[in-house]
């Protein structure tokens, strides 16, 4: 990660000193590197500054070096300084004192400090055994799930399957760029596309991104990565590594998980304990996705294990799932799409099923839409919707159908109605064939209602999301083309104030629905200050039972797109 000597500018004076090491020790990032040629930076806090007489520095991350150190072997320390990476020149230790568990040490003062200018020279290349997800999000819904490379201050080297080249291609602006490492640490940030490579043999993209618009915080963040992975790195390089503290980026968290490991998302920021139990289905539905683009199939066993788990939740509690579903918002569309369809189809149908048939339903409702990754993205995006796009997006359908080789247990004629029937329509306007209703089976016509009051509740390219009544008056209106009988069935079901939906009350405060009582009167409710999609920092506490006395009466459902 060194740059060469003559890349540095030297600056000796001791106010631009003094105020570079000052951003040091507020930023963070600072790294220690022994002065031997094999040695890689180590993370370290520096925590304050003598002007002209010591430094002092936190070195418990570091204390197998300690000997070293204290010995006198020199060492220098390197971060991020307003902008450029600062280097001091080689310090030695002057007192080393043990409190509290911690290892704090003061050092000489650095005389001058170089300022590399080129920050792309300290680039952090992953080792084998060390992955890092990642993941490209498009302008709508595509999603390409790949791993990070290599990383530096100005971007990064993502490895993605050759289908994120459609996203790639059609990307007018800086594309959403998220980091997910084993701990469970999540970066979001955004990057533009400087250059693709193709690798033939395993029919991947090598893409470099350049970060953009990064505040200080996140560049902070960046510096950090860039040192934690070079730190981890250099285990894997040393044939001992038992004296080299492993960074905590790539330790498993400590709790029981099964091989499909929630690496994408910190689940303590999920809303309620259902919803971070529901994010191992969202885990599997966006490994899926990856596998779907890389050519795989439908992986039955683990598809037969999440619906398991789905109708395991819902027998549980059925309402904590109905909200749990809208609790998906850190998930792409596709995923949290699918959940909820699922979720609500479920719910809506399934009583009176035998199990197997409940399970069929489930598991065709998660991953009804994936197809869709399969598809050109230009579709999605074209400004007038022609037969061509409709005939090209309409081909999602047989394309997921064709995956579920593997998937011997799932029932022929309720994948056929659900994933081949949901977007048919009574008046036979919808695709793939065009059915109309005497064609159609009374559970593709339950599907097609749940799948569009589903998409109307989100945020489109052309339209915003819609409140639950506004949905209601929607379909009431084209009877043309939704079943009346389901529609009907859908309202008397769920209510006019769903659960999961956001209501404003006389009292002018706002909160999620939680819980119906028989009349469908909010029974249980979370409050909130904003009307964004519920995450467990913007839930506030909650209300039962006696929600109308101190909250008033419900005047206005909140349309957020969830």
Not at 10 to 36: D, F, P, R
Request: glycine share 6%; proline share 4%.
């Amino acid at each position: 990660m060194l740059a060469q000597q003559d890349e540095y500018e030297t600056v000796a004076s001791s106010m631009v000193i003094e105020s570079l090491l000052n951003t040091m020790i507020e930023n963070g990032g600072v790294s220690l590197c022994m002065a031997s040629p094999e040695a890689r930076a180590e993370p370290i806090v520096l925590m304050e500054q003598h002007v002209d007489k010591a430094l002092v520095m936190d070195l418990s991350s570091v204390n197998y070096l300690l000997g070293r150190l204290q010995s006198g072997e020199a060492f220098y320390l390197q971060g991020q300084a307003q902008g450029k990476v600062a280097r001091t020149p080689l310090l030695t230790l002057t007192e080393t004192r043990h409190s509290g568990g911690r290892f704090l040490c003061c050092s000489d003062y650095p005389a001058t400090i170089d300022v590399l200018q080129r920050r792309e020279s300290f680039r952090a290349e992953l080792r084998m055994g060390m992955t890092v997800t990642a993941t490209v999000f498009g302008v709508l819904s595509e999603v390409a799930v790949g791993e990070l490379r290599d990383i530096s201050q100005e971007g990064c080297q993502l490895e993605l399957p050759m289908t994120a080249s459609g996203i790639l291609a059609e990307a007018d602006a800086p594309l959403k760029l998220a980091l997910s490492f084993p701990d469970g640490t999540y970066f979001e940030g955004h990057g533009v596309a400087r250059h693709q490579k193709v690798d033939s043999e395993k029919h991947l993209l090598r893409v470099g991104f350049k970060f953009t618009n990064f505040t200080a915080e996140q560049e902070r963040q960046i510096w950090y990565f860039v040192c934690e992975i070079e730190r981890e790195a250099a285990r894997y390089k040393k044939e001992v590594q038992d004296d080299r503290q492993p960074s905590p980026l790539f330790e498993q968290p400590n709790r029981r998980i099964d091989s499909e490991r929630v690496g994408r998302r910190d689940i303590k920021h999920y809303a309620t304990p259902m919803a971070r139990r529901l994010v191992k289905v969202a885990a599997y539905l966006n490994a899926q996705l990856l596998h779907l683009q890389q050519g795989s199939g439908i992986d039955g066993q683990r598809l037969s294990r999440n619906a398991d788990r789905v109708l395991a939740l819902h027998e549980e509690d059925r309402e904590a799932l109905l909200f749990a579903s809208r609790c998906m918002s850190l998930e792409p569309l596709l995923v949290r799409h699918g959940i909820a369809v699922a979720v609500h189809l479920l719910d809506l149908v399934g009583a009176n099923m035998p199990r197997e048939a409940r399970k069929a339903i489930v598991a065709s409702g998660l991953i009804h839409d994936l197809g869709k990754v399969l598809v050109p993205q230009v579709v999605f995006r074209a400004p007038s919707f022609e037969a061509t796009h409709r005939q090209a997006m309409s081909e999602h359908v047989s394309l997921l159908i064709d995956r579920l080789q593997h998937c011997q247990w799932l029932s022929a004629s309720i994948v056929q109605a659900v994933i081949g029937g949901i977007n048919e329509r009574l008046d036979g306007s919808g695709y793939p064939d065009g059915l109309s209703g005497q064609d159609l089976n009374e559970l593709a016509k339950a599907s097609a209602v749940v799948d569009v009051i589903e998409a109307m509740r989100r945020d489109r390219a052309d339209r915003p999301a819609k409140t639950t009544q506004q949905i209601y008056r929607h379909l009431l209106r084209h009877p043309h083309q939704f079943d009346l009988h389901w529609v009907k069935r859908y309202i008397e079901h769920f209510k006019a104030l769903p659960v999961g939906t956001l209501v404003r009350f006389s009292s002018e405060q706002i909160a999620w629905v939680l819980r119906l009582d028989e009349a469908g009167a909010p029974l249980e409710v979370v409050l909130t200050q904003q009307a964004v999609p519920p995450m467990r920092d913007s839930l506030g506490g909650s209300v039962r039972g006696d929600v109308r006395e101190r909250l008033g009466k419900p005047t206005q459902e909140v349309a957020v797109s969830t």
